[in-house]
């Protein structure tokens, strides 16, 4: 089955960077974009890029432009997510999402989760 | 504050039917693009429940359906059951943003 498996909590002191990872497992990986969304306490989902695993092209919103950088590695099936420049308001748990193409993307599935937290 | 609105919580007893609205405008939903919803049960990763508007993935009952008008979208619980109570969050495209956007979620609460 599609599963995909996020790396341990972290946390990090204001100014620093972070880098989780998600391993793929149950398809081809290089099939399917893959997703970034973060959750803080009590907010929604706050969409941050994507990766097309085959180029490496990757494309981000704008308000994460500078800060963030997706990359993969095809040998183990695995995308990294790359957050630099910490403050508390990067507090949240980041999930990995397989993108499904249409008309709209849907994300399915997701990684478990990443809590990040971040604090002198 | 969301790109898209949702009411912060709704809630009915077991076996009742519950309704709840997503609202965007016209840069996304009303601009044509697909509303999905997902749940997420405590502690638990968001769990694709309706994409493409108004379509169940393999696995998911069909007490859950959606529906989208104009800028809105709405998702409904028919039969209404414990394990139900999670939050749910409703998600599109924004062609302004050049990114994806959802609302801060619905919490459902089983009485």
């Known amino acids: 089955q599609v599963q995909l498996v996020q790396s341990g909590a972290e946390v990090k002191k204001p100014g620093a960077s972070v880098k989780v990872s998600c391993k793929a497992s149950?398809?081809?990986?290089?099939?399917?974009?893959m997703q970034w969304v973060r959750q803080a306490p009590g907010l929604g989902l706050e969409w941050m890029g994507w990766i097309n695993p085959n180029s490496g092209g990757t494309y981000y919103a704008q308000k994460f432009q500078g800060r963030v950088t997706i990359t993969r590695d095809t040998s183990i099936s695995t995308v990294y997510m790359e957050l630099r420049g910490l403050t508390s308001d990067d507090t949240a748990v980041y999930y990995c999402a397989r993108d499904n193409p249409a008309s709209t993307d849907w994300f399915d599935p997701w990684g478990q989760g990443t809590l990040v937290t971040v604090s002198s | 504050q969301s790109v898209l609105t949702q009411p912060p919580s709704v809630s009915g007893a077991p076996g009742e039917r519950v309704t709840m609205s997503c609202t965007g405008g016209y840069t996304n939903i009303g601009a044509g693009y697909d509303v999905h919803w997902y749940q997420q049960l405590p502690g638990t990763a968001p769990k694709l429940l309706i994409y493409g508007n108004n379509n169940r993935p393999s696995g998911v009952p069909d007490r859950f359906s959606g529906s989208k008008s104009g800028i809105s979208a709405s998702l409904a619980i028919t039969g209404l059951q414990a394990e139900d109570e999670a939050d749910y969050y409703c998600q599109s495209y924004d062609t302004s943003l050049r990114g994806y956007v959802s609302g801060i979620g619905t919490k459902v609460t089983v009485l």
């Open positions: 149950g398809y081809t990986f290089t099939a399917y974009h």
